[in-house]
């Protein structure tokens, strides 16, 4: 009887040991197109003068593993003359938080718009800011943005 009760709590001992995995946490899939209106305000270290303005940018999100993730953000220049690409990275730092980074560029941003048929979120908000101070044609720059996965 003891040799039985011994095995059944070796079973269960084990089914809780292996079945860990179960329980470890799933990040949330962040791979494919984003569309983001972006309001920022910027200072110019040559001209020292501020201006708002309202842009457009289109973030590839190509590859994730776990909470890490690579891909491209295609953006309006901020002098006017078109746009320009940059390869991103990221990490998931929560069940709804990354942070995403490219060139002197850092992101905060909180997923929101869970759609439970497609088991995505489809919305992320944004905080952001870039430092360029030590030459010539840099500033500062602050950005607020909303994204919609396409």
Not at 11 to 16: E, R, S, T
Not at 85 to 100: H, W
Not at 135 to 148: D, K, L, V
Request: with cysteine.
């Amino acid at each position: 009887m003891v040799v039985r009760y011994v095995g059944v709590v070796l079973i269960m001992c084990l089914a809780i040991v292996s079945g860990g995995s179960v329980f470890a946490e799933t990040w949330p899939n962040v791979v494919g197109d984003w569309d983001a209106t972006v309001k920022r305000v910027t200072y110019d270290n040559d001209t020292e003068d501020y201006a708002y303005s309202d842009v457009t940018s289109t973030i590839h999100i190509i590859d994730q593993s776990g909470r890490l993730f690579y891909g491209n953000i295609e953006f309006q220049k901020s002098d006017g003359s078109g746009t320009g690409t940059s390869p991103i990275t990221g990490v998931i730092t929560g069940r709804k938080n990354m942070i995403i980074t490219w060139s002197v560029v850092t992101l905060n941003v909180t997923l929101t718009g869970y759609d439970k048929n497609e088991g995505l979120y489809t919305k992320w908000e944004s905080v952001g800011n870039s430092l360029n101070l030590g030459s010539s044609g840099g500033g500062q720059i602050a950005t607020y943005a909303t994204a919609i996965r396409k």
